[in-house]
């Protein structure tokens, strides 16, 4: 049974899963009201949506009381992709502030639920990882890899505030790389090269999810009041150098006593930003996600396989880069 029509508010409005998100959920008319609020402006023109240009780092009562907001998902993220280790703490510790500040906002306000995006990295690269990894399975994030960190750290604090706050539902959705059309994120980019590394004798499966089936995903969560933690998958996966094939790159294998030492090197020289030996890890160990437990609450079943975002994602930079030319 959904609940009746709401206004829900959207943080980190302007990012790449935030407009997706926002796209999906105007056209519907369950929702009364949509609130984007970001320090950036909207990429696409308003329409039935209330925008803010806000540092969520700072309280953002006034406009969750003014649109009587009843569902928060919280996406507003500083991507820690940095060198130093400085950089590092100050984006992990304004992503946690952000959170801190957004959820005492929320419990200010009167909103009934809070939905926040995770990450499958919270469950870390292992190479004793089990096939699938379940919402029950034990997280062991990379400390190195800040992004997955960073998403354990922000679990725990909504742990914690779900015992404190009964009456305050809180959805956690772990989910992994989100691939479509619109895709350009950093993490999304990094699948999209020339060149592809790889350790010998190695092909791990990976999973994606397509970028909207991820918005009627989050739809269902909020209209229906589901809360709990779930993971985010597309069906099936896709095997690592199918990727190459996907999107016309070279794979290179190295041995795998050479890959981390390389990429560390690489990394610590400048050469590269795109992937360190903490990151290559995710594409070497299986992190290969159940979503039984989601579809079991939500009876969603996914439009798209893993292998069709991959190609949506793949065949839309290859269009824009031939447009570009």
Excluded at 228 to 257: K, L
Excluded at 307 to 317: E, I, P, R
Aim: hydrophobic content about 40%.
């Amino acid at each position: 049974m959904t609940t009746p029509a709401q206004t829900v508010a959207v943080t980190g409005a302007s990012g790449y899963i935030g407009t997706c998100l926002l796209r999906h959920m105007e056209e519907k008319e369950e929702t009364n009201k949509l609130v984007a609020i970001d320090s950036r402006p909207l990429p696409f023109p308003l329409h039935n949506i209330a925008a803010y240009r806000r540092d969520v780092t700072q309280p953002i009562d006034d406009a969750l009381l003014d649109h009587q907001v009843s569902t928060v998902v919280h996406l507003a993220f500083v991507n820690p992709l940095a060198r130093s280790r400085r950089e590092v703490n100050l984006a992990r510790e304004t992503n946690l502030k952000a959170l801190t500040s957004v959820l005492e906002s929320c419990v200010r306000s009167g909103v009934k639920h809070v939905v926040f995006l995770s990450s499958h990295t919270v469950y870390g690269a292992h190479p004793d990882n089990p096939i699938p990894l379940t919402v029950r399975s034990p997280l062991r994030p990379q400390v190195d890899l800040h992004y997955g960190y960073y998403k354990y750290l922000s679990e725990q604090i909504l742990q914690e505030f779900a015992e404190h706050q009964g009456d305050i539902k809180v959805t956690i959705l772990r989910t992994c790389m989100v691939l479509g059309p619109a895709a350009g994120n950093h993490m999304a980019q990094s699948f999209f090269k020339k060149w592809l590394l790889a350790v010998e004798n190695e092909n791990p499966p990976l999973q994606f999810v397509y970028e909207d089936d991820l918005a009627r995903v989050v739809d269902i969560v909020i209209q229906r009041g589901i809360q709990g933690v779930f993971n985010v998958a597309g069906d099936d996966v896709v095997f690592y150098r199918e990727i190459a094939e996907s999107i016309g790159s070279r794979i290179v294998s190295i041995p795998s006593f050479v890959a981390s030492p390389f990429l560390r090197l690489s990394w610590n020289m400048g050469f590269q930003r795109r992937a360190d030996s903490a990151g290559f890890n995710m594409v070497r160990y299986p992190v290969v996600v159940s979503t039984g437990t989601l579809k079991q609450a939500t009876g969603y079943r996914f439009w798209h396989t893993s292998m069709d975002a991959l190609k949506a994602y793949a065949g839309s930079n290859f269009l824009n880069k031939e447009s570009r030319r």
